[in-house]
């Protein structure tokens, strides 16, 4: 297991939208996810019984088996969320901005706030958020090429940040990222690893393989928006192509 935590070097200065974006995400996490998730869900909201219908509930037994299982959530995020059945303009961004619980909010953040910084750096704050939003975008239809017709919402912002880490892949090739390795029990150790290792075993490994030889969004991961996010941040990175300049050795503490 490779669980990169920091990187070096890193620009001076802050990166006002890589901040905000990590920052905006946390407040929606806070104000709709929390306490949506552990509220009952209203029976006669008309987003509940879509969701239902679309997971084959289609009777009063059935309901009864899975009620205690609901939440509000899951009616919200069948509204907002992503679903190529059903797409929509309004859902392409704010699925970007919807998580299915801590853990999933709390990694995409920490891959936002490691290699974010870097890229926003090259391309400048408003270009960088154009460009964050450009791949969520292209990472949602190249999902949705795939799971033509299904209704299950696909929501978070690892698509977008795919296209952050595409960006930093074709950008930073001489950087380093720190790394937990942990391969018991031979390598329990944080070790600095080259930039483009690391990246390529996420995209390979860790995507491109699970989305050839599993079944789409197995494990509730959805592969191929990984995937078309990191293509569009290397198609962007390379048509903006400049040879590095390093920036001053600073680290993520």
């Known amino acids: 297991m490779f669980f990169p935590f920091a990187d070096t070097p890193n620009p001076p200065g802050i990166s006002p939208v890589t ?4 920052s905006l995400n946390v407040v929606v996490f806070i104000i709709f996810t929390v306490p949506l998730s552990t509220t009952a869900p209203d029976i006669n909201n008309p987003w509940l019984l879509e969701y239902l219908k679309s997971i084959g509930v289609d009777n009063n037994a059935q309901l009864h088996q899975i009620w205690n299982h609901l939440s509000a959530y899951q009616a919200f995020v069948y509204q907002y969320g992503y679903r190529p059945a059903a797409p929509s303009v309004l859902t392409l961004f704010s699925s970007m901005f919807l998580h299915g619980g801590l853990l999933h909010l709390g990694g995409n953040m920490l891959f936002l706030w490691i290699f974010g910084d870097n ?3 090259r391309l400048g704050s408003l270009r960088f958020l154009l460009a964050y939003l450009g791949c969520g975008v292209l990472a ?7 799971a ?6 696909l929501v978070g912002a690892s698509g977008a940040i795919s296209g952050v880490l595409g960006a930093y892949f074709v950008w930073f090739p001489r950087n380093k990222v720190k790394t937990f390795v942990f391969l018991f029990p031979f390598i329990m150790d944080s070790i600095y690893l080259p930039a483009r290792l690391v990246l390529g075993f996420y995209i390979l490994f860790d995507n491109l393989l699970p989305f050839l030889f599993a079944a789409t969004g197995s494990g509730g991961v959805a592969h191929g928006a990984h995937i078309g996010g990191f293509i569009g ?20 503490v």
Do not use: D, M
């Not at 901040?19 to 990590?22: D, R, V, Y």
């Not at 033509?148 to 919402?153: D, E, K, L, T």
């Open 19 to 22: 901040l905000g974006l990590i």
């Open 119 to 121: 890229v926003e750096h």
């Open 140 to 146: 949602t239809l190249f999902f949705a090429l795939f």
């Open 148 to 153: 033509a017709g299904s209704n299950i919402p």
């Open 233 to 252: 941040g290397v198609i962007l990175a390379l048509w903006k192509y400049q040879p590095q300049t390093p920036p001053r050795a600073q680290h993520h």
